[in-house]
């Protein structure tokens, strides 16, 4: 399976932006998908998730209320649609796939199987 992450630049506080993640090699439906993020001399970690069919959803308390996943699984595409971005938001975005999880915390892991390639996301105060 092979991820493509698109849609990162640069965007004022505030401001919006949507990431799309496409897929091929696999139809998409058959994963699990999330979006994690690092910050230049960070770790890489959890931002959102979202279940096979897109019925349940999981985010990071830190983009709560400002971020949404979702899923196109005829376009073979999750998106994340950022909202009310703050400068913190700054990052390396990925999206990841995984084909089980067997428990809600596996959501937040970073044992993905798939990655894609990441999108510099830049947000100016």
């Known amino acids: 399976v092979q991820l493509q992450a698109s849609g990162g630049g640069l965007v004022q506080a505030g401001g919006s932006l949507r990431l799309s993640c496409a897929a091929s090699?696999?139809?998409?439906?058959?994963?699990?998908m999330g979006w994690f993020r690092q910050a230049p001399g960070k770790e890489r970690v959890f931002v959102a998730g979202?279940?096979?069919?897109?019925?349940?959803?999981y985010y990071a308390d830190s983009v709560t209320g400002r971020f949404t996943i979702s899923r196109d699984n005829a376009r073979n595409t999750v998106y994340l649609h950022m909202n009310k971005m703050k400068t913190e938001d700054t990052a390396v975005y990925y999206c990841?796939?995984?084909?089980?999880?067997?428990?809600?915390?596996?959501?937040?892991?970073?044992?993905?199987?798939?990655w894609g390639q990441g999108t510099q996301v830049t947000v100016s105060s």
């Open positions: 090699g696999s139809t998409l439906s058959s994963l699990v």
């Open positions: 979202i279940s096979w069919s897109g019925g349940k959803t």
């Open positions: 990841a796939g995984r084909e089980r999880v067997w428990s809600t915390s596996d959501y937040y892991t970073s044992l993905y199987d798939y």
